[in-house]
T-cell receptor, first 119, second 111 residues
Framework: AQSVTQLGSHVSVSEGALVLLRCNYS??????LFWYVQYPNQGLQLLLK??????LVKGINGFEAEFKKSETSFHLTKPSAHMSDAAEYFC?????????????????FGTGTQLKVEL | DAGVTQSPTHLIKTRGQQVTLRCSPK?????VSWYQQALGQGPQFIFQ???????QRGNFPDRFSGHQFPNYSSELNVNALLLGDSALYLC??????????FGQGTRLTVV
């Protein structure tokens, strides 16, 4: 079964500092990987996705993530944190199967990392 | 484009009662998935509907059931509510196995 592990349930950075949120995946087949952001009392918004086209994926709001097969990692980074980045971030994995064979885009989420940005 | 809409946004139910949550997918989407997000946790997959049939199911008891209508909208039903069912219920829609777009969720409180 596929799974993701997010290291660090809480991360605190200063405004303008580098943001690094860690995600490691477990999958026997090449996975689809995603990062979602959730603001308080909101649903999930997609930041970026990896679908094997390129190992460095650029997303919205200046975020990017690099797929490293050798490390089974998909860490999320942003060069300079902004106060508006404070939110909860979820890494997720999905199988690369057709929905008609029972795969589709079922997402398995990590436990989340709460990002705090301080002045 | 209204995106994925869920109703109601909040509701409070008593243990043992039944609840129905509703989801309208994003325009052009034909697949609806439901997730349960307990406080402080990541979302957990409940089930997925495509062509009005349940295609996949997560590790949830039969008290959780659903339906998809011809217009692709969907309902999530939970019977015999337990305190542990208190959570944010998220609906996500997609076109087949494409990107999932999430709604704002329904906050269910069981007392």
């Amino acid at each position: 079964a596929q799974s993701v592990t997010q290291l660090g349930s809480h991360v605190s950075v200063s405004e303008g500092a580098l943001v690094l949120l860690r995600c490691n995946y477990s999958s026997s087949v090449p996975p689809y990987l995603f990062w979602y952001v959730q603001y308080p009392n909101q649903g999930l918004q997609l930041l970026l996705k990896y679908t094997s086209a390129a190992t460095l994926v650029k997303g919205i709001n200046g975020f990017e993530a690099e797929f490293k097969k050798s490390e089974t990692s998909f860490h999320l980074t942003k060069p300079s944190a902004h106060m508006s980045d404070a939110a909860e971030y979820f890494c997720a994995v999905s199988p690369d199967d057709s929905i008609l064979t029972g795969g589709g885009n079922k997402l398995t989420f990590g436990t989340g990392t709460q990002l705090k940005v301080e002045l | 484009d209204a995106g994925v809409t869920q109703s109601p946004t909040h509701l409070i139910k008593t243990r043992g009662q039944q609840v129905t949550l509703r989801c309208s997918p994003k325009s052009g989407h034909d697949t609806v998935s439901w997730y349960q997000q307990a406080l402080g946790q990541g979302p957990q997959f409940i089930f997925q509907y495509y062509e009005e049939e349940e295609r996949q199911r997560g590790n949830f008891p039969d008290r959780f059931s659903g339906h998809q209508f011809p217009n692709y909208s969907s309902e999530l039903n939970v019977n015999a509510l337990l305190l542990g069912d208190s959570a944010l219920y998220l609906c996500a829609s997609s076109f087949q196995r494409g990107l999932a777009f999430f709604g704002q969720g329904t906050r269910l409180t069981v007392v």
